[in-house]
């Protein structure tokens, strides 16, 4: 697709269920990232994928989270046994055409709202 | 490690007023800065980059940055604010040299509210 798609946009969940939100980054970008944006919070780093190498997890807050990466593709991000805590908008992000560098910008999907009550 | 603060939790500014938003930032070996823009209920979109050259970078809707490295400064500036500028922007870095890959770091975000 032209851009990053997160799915589902909206998701209203009971404490104790597990939630899985996907990512699908614009295609051929071999970066991707999970943020995660508490009310009025800024930018709370998750975990991040690059190519084939190891994923950075230093941000997962919990063993509750995890994530994968299938195919160099699609990403889903797992939530065990959700808290109210939990609550925020996870936002995916994508950059780095193959054969570029560094240098590119990431671009962000929409975020899917997740609601914990 | 890498870091950015952005150490204004809000700046207020009148209409057809310059306004600036603060970003310093830490890093190992040279960075990559980036300021993103959020309006509400979107998603955060790009505005503009440093990567290497002139210390003066223009990016989209009128805005620009000036990298200063001696500060370890990025601040986003824009000549003339619009009431249709208020929203919440972030700076971001990446260290080059941290062989880290391409992570992305950002600050906590300005709320920029533009009056009439």
């Known amino acids: 697709g032209a851009g990053v798609s997160q799915s589902p946009s909206n998701k209203v969940t009971e404490k104790g269920k597990d939630v899985e939100l996907r990512c699908d980054p614009i295609?051929?970008?071999?970066?991707l990232y999970w943020y995660r944006q508490s009310l009025g919070q800024g930018l709370e780093f998750l975990i991040y994928f690059q190519g084939n190498s190891a994923p950075d997890k230093s941000g997962l807050p919990s063993d509750r989270f995890s994530a994968e990466r299938t195919g160099g593709s699609v990403s889903t991000l797992t939530i065990q046994r959700t808290q109210q805590e939990d609550s925020a908008v996870y936002l995916c992000a994508s950059s780095s055409p193959r054969g570029s560098g560094p240098n590119t910008e990431a671009f962000f999907g929409q975020g899917t709202r997740l609601t914990v009550v | 490690a890498q870091s950015v603060a952005q150490p204004e939790d809000q700046v207020n500014v009148a209409e057809g007023n310059p306004l600036t938003v603060k970003c310093t930032y830490s890093v190992s070996g040279n960075p990559y800065l980036f300021w993103y823009v959020q309006y509400p209920n979107r998603g955060l979109q790009f505005l503009l980059k440093y990567i290497t050259g002139d210390n003066l970078v223009k990016g989209s809707y009128g805005f620009e940055a000036e990298f200063n490295k001696s500060q370890t400064s990025f601040h986003l500036k824009k000549p003339s604010a619009l009431v249709s500028d208020s929203a919440l922007y972030f700076c971001a870095v990446r260290d080059i040299l941290t062989g880290g890959g391409n992570k992305l770091t950002f600050g906590t975000g300005t709320q920029l509210k533009v009056e009439l």
């Open positions: 295609s051929g970008h071999t970066a």
